[in-house]
C-alpha cells in the first residue's frame, strides 16, 4: 500500500477565516488575564446594560445601547431571530446563492424559504430590487433576509439600495447580515444608524472575518423598534464572556490595524482577478468580501481539487449542483496567496498543454 505524506501543513483558504490574525493587543489582553475575568459572572446586568461591549458600540455608532444585542456569533443571532419570529410555514425569504446555514435554521422551525434570484453580470453579481420588492409583495415573507457581502457572491447592497428597500418593504422583519463588513467601503459604517429610523431592520455584525477572532464567538446586531421581543428573548443575565469581550474591545480600539488589513486585501484581491482574467473560460466575480468567486472552465473542478491536494492548499468547492463548476477562494496573507497563484498557474498551463497534445 502505498500512502503519501506531506511536509507541511495544509494552508486552509477555505473558510473565509483571517489569515492575519487579529490586533495585537488581544494578545497581550490574553496574557494578562485575570482571575476575575475567568472566575466571576459580569455585574453589568445590575447596571441596567448588557456588557461593556455593547455599551461601546453605543458609543461608536450612537445608537441606544437596549438596541444593540450580543450573541456568539452571527451563527447565534440568527437563530435566536428565527426562533423567535418565525413559526411554522412561515416564510423566510433568502439570496438565491447564500450560506447553507440560513436554510438550515429555516428547517429548525419548519418554516418556508423562498430564494430570490440574484444575476450575474460579466463580472459582479447583483441583487435585483424591482425584482425582490415584487417577490415581497405576493409572497409577504414573516423574515426577509439579504447578506451584504452575500457569500458566495461578495455582492452588497449600498445606503440607497437598503433605503429603497426598507421604504418599499415595510411589513417584514427585514434582516442584513454584515458578517464581511469593512472590507471595502467603510461609508457602510453608518448602515446601522438606518436601524433609528426604520423599525423593521436589523443589522447584524461579526467579530469574526475583518477583526479574525472567529475563535472568541462574538456577534452583535442594530435592531429597530419592532425587535423589542428579541430584546427580551436575547436577554443574558449573568452576562457573556468576559474575556471574549475585552479581546473584542482591543480590536475596536485598534482602527489603523484593521485599516492597513482591509488594504491589504484589496491589493490581494486584485492579484487573483488580474491572475484569473488570464485563464481562458474563468470568470473571477469582483467582491467585497474576503473571499473571490471564480467560475472555472466547465471540466476542471474536480481535477483542481485533485491537484491542489499535494501542496495541501484547501480551497472551497461546492456540492451545489449549480455552482459545480465554481470555487471560492479565501484571501490569505500575500505569501499564501503567491503559493496558491503558483500551483493555479502550473494547473492551468499543464491543463491548455494537455489540450493542445490531444488536439
Ligand atoms: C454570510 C455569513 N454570515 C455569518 C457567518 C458566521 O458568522 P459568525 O462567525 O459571526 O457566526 C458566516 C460564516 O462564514 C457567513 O458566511
Known amino acids: 500500500m502505498h500512502t503519501e505524506h506531506k511536509n507541511h501543513a495544509n494552508i486552509y483558504l477555505d473558510r473565509n477565516e483571517s489569515q492575519f490574525g487579529p490586533a495585537p493587543e488581544c494578545f497581550t489582553i490574553l496574557r494578562r488575564a485575570t482571575k476575575n475575568e475567568l472566575s466571576n459572572y459580569s455585574r453589568d446586568f445590575a447596571r441596567g446594560v448588557k456588557s461593556v461591549l455593547s455599551e461601546t458600540l453605543a458609543r461608536e455608532y450612537d445608537i441606544p ?15 435566536e431571530i428565527v426562533h423567535c419570529y ?6 423566510i425569504m433568502i439570496p438565491q446563492h447564500s450560506w447553507w446555514y440560513y436554510k438550515s435554521v429555516a ?4 418554516g418556508k424559504v423562498v430564494e430570490y434570484p440574484m444575476h450575474a453580470n460579466k463580472d459582479r453579481y447583483t441583487y435585483d430590487l424591482s425584482e425582490i420588492v415584487s417577490l415581497v409583495r405576493s409572497v409577504k415573507p414573516r423574515l426577509l433576509l439579504f447578506a451584504s457581502p452575500n457569500n458566495p457572491t461578495g455582492n452588497s447592497l449600498s445606503m440607497d439600495d437598503v433605503k429603497l428597500l426598507v421604504n418599499e418593504c415595510t411589513d417584514t422583519m427585514f434582516i442584513i447580515d454584515e458578517a464581511y463588513f469593512g472590507f471595502t467601503d467603510i461609508s457602510h ?7 433609528l429610523h426604520y423599525p423593521q431592520l436589523a443589522v447584524l455584525r461579526t467579530f469574526s472575518k475583518l477583526y479574525a477572532l472567529a475563535g472568541i464567538r462574538i456577534g452583535y446586531a442594530f435592531v429597530g423598534k ?3 421581543k428579541l430584546i427580551t428573548f436575547s436577554a443574558r443575565y449573568l ?3 468576559v474575556l471574549s469581550e475585552q479581546l473584542a474591545l482591543a480590536a475596536l480600539r485598534d482602527k489603523k490595524y484593521y485599516q492597513s488589513l482591509a488594504a491589504t486585501m484589496a491589493t490581494e484581491r486584485e492579484r487573483y482577478y488580474q491572475f484569473f482574467r488570464t485563464v481562458e473560460g474563468c470568470t473571477a466575480y469582483r467582491t467585497d468580501a474576503n473571499f473571490v468567486l471564480v467560475k472555472l472552465p466547465h471540466e476542471n473542478s474536480d481535477s483542481l481539487k485533485k491537484y491542489l491536494t499535494e501542496p495541501g492548499l484547501v480551497i472551497k468547492f461546492f456540492a451545489e449542483k449549480e455552482f459545480s463548476d465554481h470555487v471560492r477562494i479565501t484571501i490569505g496573507t500575500p505569501e499564501q496567496n503567491s503559493l496558491l497563484l503558483n500551483e493555479m498557474k502550473k494547473y492551468f498551463a499543464r491543463k ?4 493542445s497534445n490531444q488536439g
Open 352 to 355: 491548455s498543454a494537455l489540450v
Open 86 to 91: 418565525l413559526a411554522k410555514d412561515e416564510i
Open 239 to 241: 452576562g457573556y464572556n
Open 65 to 79: 445601547e437596549t438596541n444593540i444585542l450580543l450573541s456568539y456569533g452571527i451563527e447565534d443571532m440568527l437563530k
Open 189 to 195: 459604517n453608518i448602515m446601522p444608524q438606518l436601524t
Open 226 to 228: 419592532n425587535y423589542q
Open 107 to 110: 428547517s429548525e422551525v419548519s
